[in-house]
């Protein structure tokens, strides 16, 4: 089925945007291609140290281009629960590379660090910039040129998104990630939000907010809810990096084991050297892009992603916009119910039919691009699978039930949660923001009361505490941008408003930071941009403005003459405080070159 009118105009709007750049990227990709690699070539003292500890078929393997080599980039380390898993991928891929007649080498690490365990604390202000980074030593590991294809194990918040930009950058070369999978259900998510809101009353100790956090993040794998690491998952499967059926299979289990040696296969497969050949640069094009942005949408998706997908975009010469994206929530159901989105956790989503039914129904209603490559082949029918252990160990494949597993979780195209995605692009006197409603009650939709100004997330928690945010209001925490302090999130503050929103009170946040995928009932304008260190109109707020934030006409203003509003002098921050310990001081050369939210946020493409 051909897609949807509306998202195939979208779609052409956003391929003739991109002309200018997507054309000279896929020149360079096809001269990389052409030119590369060729290991013969090299020369000898490159070639030695390329495969010094390499066994001695498979040094003439690779000195005379005769087998395929694979590079493994890997976000491994053992104190974080979803990348421990991959400690034991590398020997697996080996293996299973050399049953198929080809070599893999980890070509390089790059770091992997947790929202979960930086929230609220001054190592936040690294996270946005990691992405960056992270493409950055994905690129390190592959400047090499020894390598035929590429794995990509990763799966949190910032890993993938550097990943895709590191597997376009390095578009030549075909790509396959390859994720771990979420952890088993733990203490459902709603309970745990329940303790916070008790601990930050005073009504339970630290003890057990300890004990309930503990019973939520207890094993490996991701965090069971639907934030930015599960969005990365859908987004890679939907696209068509990842195999059919790989996204939510919990890791230490034989299907996920399965499921890597698959991908190790695939990988080669489609090198230069078969039939199949299929770069990463080629394969993702505006119509993977708008996938992706489709999947957002129908799941409730992450909000870091109005970011994320725009300097994944970017890398591959594609230009995507906040309107674009706006635009399609507005076409685009919402199809799943995840916590903050539901009560349900993604290994709910997955019994309930997972990736292969919301695909299936996206087909159905016409809404995704069909016509697209992926990693198997083209098209996306292959998607509509479930997947699970076949007798002889392998990956079995069956079509995707017709009906969901559980309507409550997963539903169908005809009887949507809500008919549209729920996340939109907000503009008005105070610039450029989003906002996902998609958790919010219809009655917050619109939020119009005073502003308190807060220029750090912790004045807003004392002013809690000291019981001093009484009535309605609009709490506007600026200073929170890329240029700023890195642009952290602001997770915590969910907690607190919250608390404050279910004593009756109508509350809102309106910030130029981020907040979480896992944030949802609070109505938050987030990602304003210009920010306010660049002197955006954020920064003229006062206290006592009336903030009006409407996500029903997709509007944010200040309730003031423009004329009076323009002639105000910025607020200023001492931000001191903010540029050096645990390790900040070594990204100043990112805060002072970053680009704005709406462009990707980032040090690489401005």
């Not at 696209?239 to 695939?266: C, Q, V, W, Y």
């Not at 409550?408 to 195209?413: A, D, E, G």
Request: proline residues 6%; contains cysteine; negative net charge.
């Amino acid at each position: 089925m051909s897609a949807d009118s509306r998202i195939a105009a979208i779609t052409a709007r956003i391929v003739e945007r991109s002309k200018p750049h997507r054309e000279p990227y896929l020149d360079r990709v096809r001269r990389a291609a052409s030119s590369g690699p060729h290991r013969s070539v090299l020369g000898c003292g490159n070639l030695a140290h390329g495969f010094a500890v390499c066994s001695p078929a498979e040094k003439v393997a690779l000195a005379g281009d005769r087998v395929p080599n694979l590079g493994i980039i890997t976000s491994y380390n053992d104190m974080l629960s979803a990348h421990q898993p991959f400690e034991t991928y590398p020997a697996m891929i080996r293996e299973a590379a050399r049953e198929a007649g080809g070599v893999a080498q980890v070509a390089g690490g790059v770091p992997a660090m947790c929202d979960g365990v930086t929230q609220g604390q001054p190592g936040m202000e690294l996270s946005l910039f990691s992405r960056d980074l992270i493409a950055m030593a994905a690129g390190v590991g592959l400047s090499h040129n020894m390598f035929d294809s590429t794995v990509y194990l990763g799966v949190c918040d910032k890993i993938v998104p550097g990943l895709v930009i590191a597997a376009l950058t390095f578009g030549h070369l075909p790509a396959v990630f390859v994720p771990a999978g979420p952890m088993t259900t733990g203490l459902p998510n709603d309970e745990k939000a329940r303790v916070r809101q008790l601990f930050a009353e005073g009504k339970v100790g630290r003890e057990e907010l300890l004990e309930a956090e503990s019973k939520s993040y207890h094993g490996p794998g991701t965090c069971t809810f639907y934030g930015t690491a599960n969005s990365n998952q859908m987004l890679m499967e939907i696209m068509g990096f990842h195999l059919p059926g790989a996204s939510f299979i919990n890791p230490g289990t034989p299907l996920r084991d399965a499921l890597t040696k698959e991908a190790t296969k695939r990988a080669l497969a489609i090198t230069a050297m078969g039939n199949e050949f299929t770069p990463a640069g080629e394969m993702i094009d505006e119509r993977s892009i708008v996938n992706g942005v489709v999947g957002l949408h129908a799941t409730g998706g992450s909000t870091n992603h109005t970011m994320h997908l725009v300097a994944m975009a970017r890398a591959a010469g594609i230009l995507l916009t906040w309107q674009d994206i706006s635009e399609l929530s507005d076409i685009v159901p919402l199809l799943a119910r995840v916590y903050p989105n539901g009560l349900a956790d993604v290994n709910h989503f997955h019994a309930a039919g997972g990736m292969g039914f919301l695909i299936s129904q996206l087909l159905r209603g016409g809404l995704l691009h069909d016509d697209v490559r992926t990693v198997v082949g083209q098209g996306l029918d292959a998607y509509k699978i479930d997947v699970r252990l076949g007798a002889d160990g392998g990956v079995e494949r069956v079509p995707t039930p017709a009906e969901s597993g559980d309507p409550k979780v997963l539903s169908t195209i005809d009887h949507p949660f809500q008919h549209s995605g729920g996340l939109k692009m907000l503009t008005g006197n105070l610039g450029k923001a989003v906002i996902k409603i998609s958790a919010v009650k219809p009655d917050r939709h619109v939020i119009e009361a005073p502003a308190k100004i807060f220029h750090d997330q912790g004045e807003l928690n004392a002013a809690f505490k000291a019981g001093k945010l009484e009535g309605d209001f609009v709490a506007v925490v600026r200073f929170q941008g890329p240029k700023a302090n890195g642009m952290p999130e602001l997770h915590k503050l969910t907690t607190v408003l919250g608390i404050l929103q279910d004593r009756g009170q109508r509350v809102a946040i309106l910030t130029d930071g981020r907040m979480s995928g896992a944030s949802g009932k609070v109505p938050a304008a987030i990602h304003v941009t210009p920010e306010a260190k660049d002197g955006g109109p954020i920064a003229r707020i006062q206290e006592g403005d009336i903030v009006r934030i409407d996500a029903v006409t997709g509007t944010i203003e200040v309730l003031v003459e423009d004329i009076a509003l323009k002639t105000r002098i910025p607020a200023h921050a001492d931000l001191s405080d903010n540029e050096f310990g645990m390790g900040r001081e070594l990204f100043a050369p990112f805060r002072a070159i970053a680009g704005s939210a709406d462009h990707g946020a980032s040090v690489l493409f401005n």
